[in-house]
């Protein structure tokens, strides 16, 4: 037999969330068959796996010790295999500032990503344990292209994790970028268009006109530097769809600068042979949070900045002077 005693880490899961975290190997269907039998209860009553978990509360596991072991695999921290950029930690949520190459997510087992570094650092810096890894699972709440660097968000609590969630979700915080695009911009504006993804070639399609299966998008930016070939723009993803700064900005006759995949392919190629230049030069700058946030309060009103990589400053330094 096994006991859960739920603390504020673990508060706010539903029962069934924090039984498959913890029977990681375990199939739903042999959790809910245990609950319905009463081989795992709640608080010592019958529970369907639904319930919200407070504080204090008691998840006991009624079973055999090789039951359990053939069920579950112990997580371990493992070890912290690049250095973060930490711009920010507090005991629900870590920024991190993203450097170029790097994943935000691994695609490959090999891949090293910055959501699988966030375990270790937790760890280290006595954020998390090892024991509270076997109900929460710190990760990256938000994700940069490979190529795209600047801020991500992480959860380390169900606070943090779930408070950032919603957040994304209902776009509650506001996220700003910087690039570099093609063209003079003078002016202050927001555009909107329809937004249509194509999975096969991880490519997206924008029109003025609604199509079928596209979203609605919003964008808005404002010129901070400008001469009369490029444009150093401040962008705000009012909406935040895949690609979508990169193919909106083309779609609008100012490409990002590297962008091989939507760009214009001579200023792409004076900029390779220039600056070798292989890829977009797009970064997560800033991220704003409201004043009176009910949950990871420690966040009401701060703004998290994150400075330009060297590469996209000295680009810039280059093509507009150090104004």
Not at 39 to 59: C, F, P, R
Not at 117 to 129: C, D, E, M, R, T
Not at 168 to 193: F, N, P
Request: charged share 30%.
């Amino acid at each position: 037999m096994r006991e859960l005693n739920i603390t504020t880490r673990e508060e706010g899961q539903r029962l069934d969330k924090i039984l498959s975290k913890y029977l990681n190997k375990a199939p739903k269907s042999f959790v809910y068959k245990m609950l319905r039998k009463k081989n795992i209860k709640l608080n010592g009553k019958k529970a369907t796996g639904n319930e919200k978990l407070s504080q204090g509360d008691q998840v006991c596991i009624y079973l055999a010790e090789d039951t359990i072991n053939k069920f579950r695999e112990e997580v371990k921290a493992g070890k912290q295999k690049i250095k973060l950029d930490v711009l920010y930690e507090d005991e629900n949520v870590i920024m991190v500032n993203k450097p170029w190459g790097i994943l935000s997510q691994k695609s490959k087992p090999e891949d090293i990503s910055i959501n699988d570094q966030i375990i270790p650092y937790a760890v280290n810096q006595g954020l998390i344990s090892e024991k509270e890894l076997q109900v929460v699972k710190p990760s990256i709440c938000n994700r940069l292209d490979r190529n795209t660097t600047g801020i991500i968000i992480c959860g380390i609590s169900i606070e943090g994790l779930q408070t950032m969630a919603e957040m994304l979700k209902h776009r509650d915080m506001e996220k700003y970028y910087l690039c570099i695009v093609k063209g003079k911009l003078e002016r202050t504006q927001k555009v909107s268009a329809y937004l249509k993804k194509d999975e096969k070639t991880n490519k997206v399609k924008v029109s003025k006109q609604e199509i079928a299966g596209a979203s609605h998008i919003e964008t808005a930016y404002e010129p901070m530097i400008s001469n009369e070939e490029f444009t150093l723009l401040k962008v705000e993803l009012i909406t935040g769809k895949t690609h979508q700064i990169r193919a909106h900005l083309a779609s609008i006759g100012h490409p990002l600068i590297g962008d091989f995949k939507y760009g214009d392919k001579k200023i792409n190629q004076e900029m390779k042979q220039r600056f070798g230049l292989k890829d977009q030069l797009l970064h997560c700058t800033e991220v704003v949070f409201p004043r009176d946030m009910k949950t990871c309060r420690n966040l009401s009103g701060k703004k998290i900045q994150a400075p330009l990589p060297k590469r996209f400053d000295m680009i810039k330094n280059d093509l507009f002077g150090r104004a």
